[in-house]
């Protein structure tokens, strides 16, 4: 059965960290591109970061981009996303997704695999 787990989310203060990781299982993993994204309440989901099938390119949406960095470790079939000096505004549901486009994107409709989302909450 084809499964996406998202985990590491949780609450910290402004400027914290955390290491968000996306387990996959079911499918041969190497051949997909992974893809961060995020939805906050009244919002739509938006892309946050992507990393190609071979872990070569990679992608971060402006509003992330110095503060955020995407990995993956195909032995483990896993893909990290590093989020440092985080902001009330990241503040989200944080879905990671495989898309078959070899270069992932950030548009919602070229992934075919999602996983169940991971709170992360910024506040003090």
């Known amino acids: 059965q084809l499964q996406l787990v998202e985990s590491g989310g949780g609450l910290v203060q402004p400027g914290g960290s955390l290491r968000l990781s996306c387990a996959a299982s079911?499918?041969?993993?190497?051949?997909?591109?992974i893809g961060w994204f995020r939805q906050a309440p009244g919002k739509e989901r938006e892309g946050v970061s992507c990393?190609?099938?071979?872990?070569?390119?990679?992608n971060y949406a402006d509003s992330v981009k110095g503060r955020f960095t995407i990995s993956r470790d195909n032995a483990k079939n896993t893909v990290y996303l590093q989020m440092n000096s985080l902001k009330p505004e990241d503040t989200a549901v944080y879905y990671c997704a495989a898309s078959q486009r070899p270069l992932g994107s950030f548009s919602v409709y070229d992934y075919n695999y999602w996983g169940q989302g991971t709170q992360v909450t910024v506040s003090s």
């Open positions: 990393i190609s099938s071979s872990g070569r390119i990679t």
């Open positions: 079911g499918f041969t993993w190497n051949y997909y591109a």
